[in-house]
């Protein structure tokens, strides 16, 4: 590892030059981001998953831009071109588009009008006008015509595209240009008038200029998708004349020679049709990446508070997946999530036939000894809801209304039908709304985050970069909650530091074979599972009652000889001074701080022997939404409902009021006070009054508001 790209990423980064040299060696030992974060805090000093993320990609990156260094290196060296000046000023490069530039004028090039007019044998008459030295720049040119270049004036033509390319690669005028786009850049969008009938979506921007600084990510991607789709054109703005305008001033010595009149048209055919085209779609790629990853960034949030909703825990429930002409599916699942009964019902119309729907959930409750009761809320969702409340159950069975969206992706997956092959689509999305409701972190990421409906232009931006965002999102939010090693899935499994699929399916195949697991130890008797994939997976399973009570704990293994030794201070057994946060308070942690085990990792160790196995998502709560609310044809402007943040954008949030379609609290009324991002007030799952503001049938459009609510 080179100091130098240490001191960069320190630089980039702004954390403590040690704590990126350690985080470095640690992903370079094979250390994952969750694991370093949680276990090795005295050597990071604490860094976040946040920041050794940022430290991962600045490293990631820096390690492609040597690579293409060397590419470019020797490239230019095989060319016989590579000066010990050129050398040194690659190797001390570190900006990609600089380097790219440096490159620019050893790129091997397909025929252009300059390599034309150089195989005519008209560069030394360009190297004559830039030089500005001539007397006389005609009588120069005369000396240039042959059979191929029949002219004075063809002559002067071929030097002025020499010239024009030499302007193109030049660095200072190339990041000029960057500049004047990033910071006088106009985004323009017109409407395309063939297909202006069918892009009535995209009316906002028929006729649209914004400078490209103040365009917020959503409304760039909103013109990006219009573009793409055919029914815009977008392009960028710049003063073009005042560029000249100004390359001419610093590159023209006399504007009336001759040789100033020729370098003036060579200034302009190089900005008009080499330079401009070239750094606008540099500058459209970096400001397109720079809007994905805002969109990355509301999406991954909005994920992390969808995975990590409070769960229901291991109850038996009864779930149901409504809808009208089809009837309601309904499932009834064991405490562990396995399917014990399923059954069709048909309360609603065109059937209605409640008196038997009634009797059929009656007696499934009762048959099953249900603990709660789970309901889509998709389409018929709201009445299906009303339906089990007026049934007058048992008060210790309380309703829950979840959200389906993405199981009917679930229903028709692989891993579905892996576990239920001999029921249908619709068992198998009722059981996933179900269990959602038990544990929506250990349901969701058995689908892909793109389907759950919490994205903001989620099919348009960089595909690669959002997977990378959303399997780290996932794989945060599963090793903060610590999984259960006897009851997780495959797909939970997939997730937690160190194992992958290969090891999670090792560790399915070995718990099936040989019972549940007893300890964290008996991990290493799984196929392929070595000693650096436990160190890493170790603290993040738990086995909830094993033959070590540490088991059950956030404790990792390489920590339980000191534990055990912190615990005979008090005297008492091991297992009685478990969750007793005044006797563990008396610890002396100062006596067994080491260089390993610092007071971080040590504060860590007696959080989770306060609450061991504590679950930190919370307890569920069920939801309450306005009974005579079904549809968007019973609202009315004024009504003040109750209702759950289900997306956030940059825009404004989404709010689910009990019925199908989802209002739009704009970023305006969220609240009395200015603030630039919804998600510094609400997030997803939240709860919300909000007061009906606007209500479009036709379009099926909710307009709402949380001020003064």
Same mark, same amino acid.
Request: a positive charge; one cysteine or more.
């Given at each position: 590892?080179?100091a ?75 060319? %016989?071109?590579?000066?010990? =000046? ?51 720049? !005609? ?5 240039? $015509? ?37 910071? #006088? ?27 490209l600084?103040?365009?917020?990510? #959503? ?5 990006f ?12 703005? *710049? ?5 000249q ?7 023209? @010595? ?12 060579? *200034? ?58 089809? +009837? ?10 396995d399917l ?11 059937q ?5 729907? $009634? ?10 000894? $249900? ?6 809320? %998709?389409?018929?969702?709201?009445e ?9 159950l ?8 979840? /959200?389906? !969206? ?14 239920f ?14 269990? @959602?409701?038990m ?6 990421v ?6 759950? +409906?919490?994205?903001?232009?989620? #099919? ?12 780290e ?7 903060s909650? +610590? ?8 797909s ?6 160190g ?30 599972? %070595? ?11 738990r086995?909830?009652? +094993?033959s /070590? ?8 293994p390489?920590?339980?000889? &000191?534990? &055990?030794?912190m ?47 504590l ?21 009315k ?5 109750? %209702? ?7 825009f ?8 199908? =379609?989802?209002?739009?609290v704009?970023i ?5 006070r ?36």
């Amino acid at each position: 590892m080179e100091a130098a790209l240490v001191k960069l990423i320190q630089k980039e980064t702004n954390l403590a030059l040690s704590s990126v040299s350690n985080t470095i060696q640690l992903l370079e030992e094979g250390a994952t981001i969750p694991f370093i974060a949680r276990y090795r805090k005295e050597k990071t000093n604490s860094l976040s998953e946040v920041d050794i993320a940022a430290i991962q990609k600045a490293y990631e990156d820096l390690k492609l831009l040597v690579k293409r260094k060397e590419t470019i290196l020797t490239a230019i060296k095989d060319q %016989g071109a590579l000066s010990p =000046e050129l050398n040194k000023k690659i190797h001390g490069c570190w900006d990609k588009s600089t380097l790219e530039d440096i490159y620019l004028p050893f790129k091997k090039k397909i025929k252009t009008k300059s390599t034309i007019a150089k195989n005519n044998g008209l560069e030394p008459l360009a190297k004559i006008i830039m030089a500005q030295k001539s007397r006389d720049l !005609n009588k120069d040119a005369t000396g240039f $015509v042959n059979k191929k270049v029949l002219s004075t004036e063809l002559a002067l033509e071929g030097a002025r595209h020499i010239i024009a390319e030499w302007f193109s690669q030049d660095i200072s005028i190339r990041d000029h240009l960057r500049k004047v786009f990033r910071t #006088h850049g106009v985004i323009e969008s017109k409407v395309v008038k063939s297909k202006k009938k069918l892009a009535d979506k995209y009316e906002s921007y028929f006729d649209f200029q914004e400078p490209l600084k103040n365009c917020p990510s #959503h409304r760039l991607l909103a013109m990006f998708r219009g573009d793409k789709e055919g029914f815009l054109r977008v392009k960028l703005l *710049i003063d073009e004349e005042r560029i000249q305008h100004n390359l001419e001033q610093r590159r023209i @010595r006399t504007l009336n020679s001759l040789s100033g009149q020729q370098l003036k048209l060579a *200034i302009k055919d190089s900005l008009s049709r080499l330079i401009i085209p070239s750094i606008e779609n540099e500058i459209i790629k970096e400001f397109k990446l720079k809007a994905d990853k805002e969109a990355i960034q509301v999406f991954t949030q909005n994920l992390k508070e969808l995975l990590l909703a409070p769960p229901l825990g291991q109850k038996r429930i009864l779930a149901i997946d409504p809808g009208f002409r089809s +009837g309601c599916k309904v499932v009834v699942l064991e405490d562990n999530g396995d399917l014990l009964h399923n059954i069709n019902i048909y309360p609603h119309p065109p059937q209605t036939q409640v008196e038997a729907a $009634v009797q059929e959930l009656t007696k499934l409750i009762k048959k099953y000894q $249900v603990k709660a009761m789970a309901i889509g809320n %998709g389409t018929a969702g709201k009445e299906t809801y009303q339906l089990v409340k007026a049934m007058k159950l048992d008060d210790e069975i309380q309703t829950y209304f979840v /959200n389906e !969206n993405g199981a009917s992706i679930y229903s028709a997956s692989a891993i579905a039908r892996e576990e239920f092959p001999d029921h249908d689509l619709t068992v198998r999305g009722a059981v996933s709304i179900g269990r @959602r409701l038990m544990d929506p972190l250990a349901e969701l990421v058995k689908i892909d985050p793109k389907s759950i +409906g919490v994205g903001q232009y989620q #099919h348009d931006v960089d595909q690669k970069l959002l997977k990378l965002s959303l399997d780290e999102t996932i794989s945060t939010c599963v090793n903060s909650v +610590g999984i259960n090693l006897n009851t997780a899935s495959k797909s939970l499994l997939t997730h937690v530091s160190g194992l992958g699929p290969v090891l999670a399916e090792n560790i399915i195949n070995h718990r099936t074979a040989q019972g549940l697991f007893n300890s964290r130890k008996e991990l290493l008797a799984v196929p392929r599972m %070595g000693k650096k994939a436990f160190e890493q997976c170790a603290g993040f399973l738990r086995i909830k009652n +094993g033959s /070590n009570l540490l088991d059950k704990t956030g404790v990792h293994p390489e920590a339980y000889n &000191l534990t &055990l030794k912190m615990l005979k201070e008090l005297k008492v057994k091991p297992e009685t001074a478990l969750g007793k946060e005044e006797l563990l308070d008396t610890i002396s942690l100062a006596n067994y701080s080491s260089a390993k085990f610092g007071l971080p990792t040590l504060t860590d160790i007696i959080s989770e022997l306060k609450k061991p196995g504590l679950d930190p998502r919370g307890d569920a709560k069920p939801v309450s939404f306005s009974a005579s609310i079904n549809t968007i044809s019973d609202l009315k402007i004024g009504m003040i409902l109750n %209702g759950v943040v289900n997306n956030v954008t940059k825009f404004g949030a989404f709010v689910d009021i009990g019925v199908k =379609e989802s209002g739009l609290v704009h970023i305006s009324q969220i609240t009395n006070r200015f603030i630039k991002d919804p998600a510094e007030i609400v997030s997803v799952n939240q709860e919300v009054t909000v007061k009906v503001l606007d209500i479009d049938v036709n379009k099926k459009r909710i307009t709402l508001s949380m001020k003064a609510v």
